[in-house]
Structure formats: structure tokens, C-alpha cells
């Protein structure tokens, strides 16, 4: 399997929650092909920040178990049309998650995260 890891996945990984869990059995199978956005390092970046922990280990990790897929102007143009189809069910969708889901469809892979923004998209995986 290909996945597309949000920053939320990340997250849990990095406390190793129960979530954590599902991200770690994804990421450690060998035979699934991972990717992280690189808008999802400024927000890890941001994340780390608030909690006081080093980021360029958490960052070093990242670029170890994942492929930094970096965002293409095709991936900002799609994610306006997403956002605002996205917006219709949800008010408050931001533009780092349509993003995220601009470069999930680009790649034809499954997004995985435990934000309720992702609930209905297609081919996500909510933790």
C-alpha cells in the first residue's frame, strides 16, 4: 500500500498512542511506500515547538521512515477547488488539509489521519 501520513499521523506515532500504533505497523511494513507533505513539517515543526522537543530528530525520523513529496503548483491550484467543494460540508476545511488531499489524489495513495476533516474523502484512513 502507498500512504500519505498528515501531520495528526505523525503526531501520534511520535507519543505512541494507541493511533500511534496503527502509524507504526503502517510505516514499519515493509511493504508499504510512505510519504509526508512537506507542508505537515512546518505544522510537526510548530508541534514540537509548543511541546518543548527537539525537532531535527523528530524531522531526521520523518525523512528516514517517509518521502518528503513536496507541493507543485497543480497540487495549490487543485487545493482552492477543493477547499471550497470541501468547505460545503465543512466550514472550517483549511487549506493545508485540501493540500494534503490535492497531493493524495496526485499520487493515488490513501491519506492517513485522525482529523474529522477527512471523514468522507475518499480513500482516507482515519485513525
Same mark, same amino acid.
Given at each position: 500500500?502507498?500512504?500519505?501520513?498528515? @501531520?495528526?499521523?505523525?503526531? +501520534?506515532?511520535? $507519543?505512541? !498512542?494507541?493511533?500511534?500504533? =496503527?502509524?507504526?505497523? #503502517?510505516?514499519?511494513?515493509? %511493504? %508499504?511506500?510512505?510519504? @509526508?507533505? +512537506?507542508?505537515?513539517l512546518?505544522?510537526?515543526?510548530?508541534?514540537?515547538?509548543r511541546?518543548?522537543?527537539?525537532?531535527?530528530?523528530?524531522?531526521?525520523?520523518?525523512?528516514?521512515? !517517509?518521502?518528503? =513529496?513536496? $507541493?507543485? @503548483?497543480?497540487?495549490?491550484?487543485? /487545493? /482552492?477547488?477543493?477547499? !471550497? +467543494? #470541501?468547505?460545503?460540508?465543512?466550514?472550517?476545511?483549511? #487549506? #493545508?488539509?485540501?493540500?494534503?488531499?490535492? =497531493? =493524495?489524489?496526485?499520487?493515488?495513495?490513501?491519506v492517513? !489521519?485522525?482529523?474529522a476533516?477527512?471523514?468522507?474523502?475518499?480513500?482516507?484512513?482515519?485513525?
Amino acid at each position: 500500500m502507498v500512504y500519505l501520513l498528515d @501531520t495528526y499521523a505523525w503526531v +501520534e506515532y511520535f $507519543i505512541g !498512542s494507541k493511533k500511534g500504533e =496503527q502509524v507504526k505497523g #503502517m510505516v514499519e511494513d515493509g %511493504n %508499504n511506500v510512505i510519504y @509526508t507533505p +512537506e507542508c505537515c513539517l512546518a505544522e510537526l515543526k510548530g508541534w514540537a515547538i509548543r511541546e518543548g522537543i527537539e525537532f531535527e530528530e523528530l524531522y531526521r525520523i520523518v525523512r528516514k521512515l !517517509s518521502d518528503i =513529496q513536496c $507541493i507543485t @503548483t497543480r497540487d495549490w491550484l487543485d /487545493a /482552492a477547488d477543493l477547499r !471550497s +467543494e #470541501m468547505r460545503k460540508k465543512a466550514k472550517d476545511f483549511g #487549506m #493545508m488539509d485540501a493540500l494534503i488531499v490535492a =497531493q =493524495q489524489r496526485r499520487l493515488g495513495c490513501k491519506v492517513v !489521519s485522525g482529523d474529522a476533516h477527512f471523514e468522507g474523502v475518499e480513500d482516507a484512513v482515519l485513525l
